[in-house]
């Protein structure tokens, strides 16, 4: 009974050191840390974006993404642009067409980016080319940034094609 004792009372002041090591490690990067837990820490509901059919203003190549495959094959989209100018969503229940900043060509590691800003979001699309055949499927993730720091990150699915 006396090596239980013993062995649970080592036990327990080893767990407790493993903490307060954890603590101590974090030193100047704890501030870096904290910033990043913050914005992690606030729920995806402060930025709210919704699904809409595919927009009647894309005629021709477009990209288009939704939330998963799933959403995707059964056309809950959350994301379209025309290959070029305007990328439209609806974020905060209002439907937005916003000028896109940049896109990538595509070329360099089979990566898409996109850079979408106005007075009230900067949205960045990033995305790994999953095969290519007329259209390009890609899987990654869409970033929505408010100005207060509000932050949001969805999983995408979609393609991009003519």
Known sequence: MKYI???????????CKKETQTDTNKGSDSTEILKKD???????SAISVETFPFPTEIKECSCYFARSKKDFENENYIYA????????????????????????????????TKEIENENYKISVKGKKLK???????????TIEKPDGTKTVIPIYGECGC
Do not use: H, Q, W
Request: cysteine-free.
């Open 38 to 44: 913050s914005i992690i820490e606030k729920p995806n």
């Open 132 to 142: 290519s055949e007329e259209a390009m499927l890609f899987d990654g993730t869409l």
């Open 5 to 15: 004792f013993v062995f649970a009372t080592a036990l327990l002041l080893t767990a």
């Open 81 to 112: 642009d025309n290959a070029g100018t305007l990328a439209y969503m609806k974020i905060d229940g209002k439907r937005l067409a916003l000028p896109l900043i940049s896109s990538s060509d595509m070329e360099v590691d089979d990566v898409l």
